[in-house]
């Protein structure tokens, strides 16, 4: 008797659209996006939306569906509280919800643990049980893996180096799109298209932010002691314009010989929040 192939779809709450995709054994063989009105008062019209794309996915061989949200998660219950950028997501019990719809378990986490945890599945470096996965985009997001699964924690807030405070401000202030806004008014794909013609002034900025992202990921070694990290997101792409002072700030950690045998990688992987999503669904034995 052939083997039913196992199919999950993940879910991609972002400030702007939702995107979701169908995986079948680990490969993305569907996806469709939709943008959200982020001039509706109502929470329900986003849930709608997400409800309707899944509804465009799903079939009787789908075993689980997960979504990623850029806010925290009661993950017991799947209720999404205080999303970044969808400011009536205050508290949405989108699990139930979702569930609701569709006679499939969910499962809804940070997307930033998505982004890990997609790693650890599917990944250039799937099957490295201990590692920090960071996005860097408009902010700083982090996920912890620890013994091939994310770290167990009170509140979801685990790994959020991007909020601790630094200097002036906090983290992602200084080591993601943030930073260029706040200092140089521009978005990062201002600054990247400025840096691919030699801009000084771009190639300056990505020094700067450089630097203070290695003073993050100091603080992430001494407080994790990963033997790896994983960067992805918008800003890993421009990697060459920052990594040199990146690892200049890194080699002044006080115990240089922890990095003998850690390393940095950056993430290529396609869709990875779609596929993030649908790997928080249980490893299929689906």
């Known amino acids: 008797m052939s083997k039913i192939p196992n199919s999950l779809i993940g879910v991609d709450l972002g400030g702007t659209k939702i995107a979701a995709g169908i995986l079948t054994d680990g490969t993305l063989i569907n996806k469709t996006e939709a943008k959200i009105n982020q001039d509706s008062e109502d929470p329900m019209d986003a849930v709608r939306l997400m409800v309707g794309l899944i509804g465009e996915l799903i079939d009787d061989k789908v075993k689980g569906i997960g979504v990623g949200v850029p806010g925290l998660v009661n993950r017991d219950w799947g209720i999404v509280y205080d999303v970044l950028n969808i400011p009536n997501w205050k508290e949405i019990p989108l699990k139930a919800l979702i569930e609701e719809k569709f006679d499939v378990p969910v499962y809804v986490d940070n997307d930033a643990n998505c982004f890990a945890i997609g790693e650890y599945r599917y990944g250039a470096y799937a099957g490295n049980k201990d590692f920090v996965g960071i996005t860097l985009g408009t902010g700083m997001g982090s996920g912890i893996i620890k013994n091939g699964a994310l770290i167990p924690d009170a509140h979801c807030c685990s790994g959020e180096f991007g909020t601790m405070s630094y200097l002036d401000g906090i983290y992602e202030n200084y080591t993601s799109g943030m930073y260029f806004k706040l200092k140089y008014g521009k978005n990062g794909e201002e600054v990247a298209m400025k840096a691919r013609t030699e801009e000084p002034w771009a190639l300056k900025a990505y020094r ?36 040199d002072t990146m690892w200049e700030s ?6 240089p010989s922890v990095l ?27």
């Open 250 to 255: 890194i080699r002044k950690i006080p115990f």
């Open 208 to 243: 700067e932010m450089g630097m203070h992202l290695g003073n993050a990921i100091k603080t992430i070694i001494m407080a994790v002691d990963p033997p790896l990290i994983i960067i992805g997101g918008s800003v890993a792409k421009a990697r060459e314009y920052y990594q």
């Open 260 to 286: 003998d045998s850690f390393r940095i990688e950056f993430s290529e992987t396609e869709h990875i929040a779609i596929k993030g999503a649908a790997a928080l669904c249980p490893a299929p034995s689906l």
